[in-house]
């Protein structure tokens, strides 16, 4: 059974940084790649960025590039996301997400139960 398990959402100030963390656990990704979404309150679930396990490419949204970072631990099969500078419009349920390969919400096949990011004004 695939668990993913995200840490570090919380409250920060406009211009502040946090770092999520997801564990995942069950198997590997080797073949594809793990990243992150967000969702805010009435709005569809938004593509962050991903990285491809194996080789480590990255590829981010617009709204992110240049102010967050997505890395791994393969070790620890582990998916980090590192967000500066971050925005009032930031906030929302940031969710793992693993198994996919382009920007879309439907071809994920596992998701985290997510982490809840406040950035106040």
């Known amino acids: 059974q695939v668990q993913l398990v995200e840490s570090g959402g919380g409250l920060v100030q406009a211009g502040g940084s946090l770092r999520l963390s997801c564990a995942a656990s069950g198997r590997t990704f080797a073949s594809s790649a793990m990243g992150w979404f967000r969702q805010a309150p009435g709005k569809e679930r938004e593509f962050v960025g991903r990285i491809a396990w194996s080789g480590g490419s990255t590829y981010y949204a617009d709204s992110v590039k240049g102010r967050f970072t997505i890395s791994r631990d393969n070790a620890k099969n582990t998916v980090f996301l590192q967000m500066n500078s971050l925005k009032p419009e930031d906030t929302a349920v940031y969710l793992c997400?693993?198994?996919?390969?382009?920007?879309?919400?439907?071809?994920?096949?596992?998701w985290g139960q997510g982490t809840q990011v406040t950035v106040s004004s």
């Open positions: 997400a693993a198994d996919f390969f382009g920007t879309s919400a439907l071809e994920v096949e596992y």
